[in-house]
């Protein structure tokens, strides 16, 4: 149980700008955040109860995605203050199982989400190159490369585990030299947004046999 919920904690998550409508049931929802393990919600207290198992549905450019998950916590947002509202409520849910289209789409939404947000983040005055989201390769192999940034230094190890490091990312052992140097310096450079960004693509890009889908996201 312990492996379990420390394999779900690896996934870091992406929170959507504008949140996404989907169902469950016929109860409206709003995707906040997303990870390859789980997804927050908003709603008005319509969804089953918590533990509870259910199916998500929502659509990514135009594809539409099924996740079965479990109510893992669901906690009051926003309180009603007259009887014309609704009282607003978060809920966390843990994906259980998903066909391999729908997490390949949930994949692609989240890696356009962070290439998008690296973007952005090149207007930071540190400067993030546009290009970064684009030098990842996908980890088909079970050999990976482990980046620690200790004292202001990069370690660099070769490794069998997937895990990403607290300081600096783990990407496959694949990935060339030139985009291994790339990555490295645009970390050190990045504030902790920027860094964090690095890393859940580097988590995308080894993540299961397929990696990250082809980039389609343009500034």
């Not at 779900?8 to 700008?17: F, G, I, M, N, S």
């Not at 370690?155 to 490091?165: G, H, K, N, V």
């Not at 890393?199 to 990250?212: D, V």
């Amino acid at each position: 149980m312990a492996a379990q919920i420390e394999e779900r904690r690896r996934y870091q998550r992406v929170t959507l700008v504008r949140p996404l409508v989907g169902r469950i049931g016929a109860a409206r929802i709003f995707l906040l955040d997303a990870s390859l393990c789980g997804v927050r919600i908003a709603h008005q207290g319509n969804v089953p109860a918590e533990g509870s198992t259910c199916t998500l549905m929502f659509e990514w450019e135009s594809m539409p995605v099924m996740l079965e998950c479990r109510i893992t916590r669901n906690t009051l947002q926003r309180m009603a203050r007259n009887a014309q509202e609704k009282s607003v409520y978060h809920a966390g849910m843990e994906i259980i199982r998903a066909s391999e289209e729908a997490m390949k789409s949930l994949k692609e939404m989240i890696a356009s989400l962070v290439a998008r947000a690296l973007d952005e983040q090149k207007a930071n005055a540190r400067g993030i190159p546009a290009v970064v989201a684009q030098t990842f390769q996908t980890g088909k192999g079970s050999q990976f490369l482990r980046c620690e940034l200790i004292n202001e230094k990069w370690r660099r190890t070769e490794t069998t585990r997937p895990d990403q490091p607290m300081n600096g990312f783990t990407i496959s052992a694949e990935e060339a030299e030139s985009h291994v140097a790339m990555l490295c310096e645009t970390y050190l450079a990045s504030d902790a947004e920027g860094r964090k960004l690095i890393k859940l693509m580097s988590e995308l890009s080894i993540s299961k046999a397929e990696g990250i889908p082809t980039r389609r996201y343009s500034p």
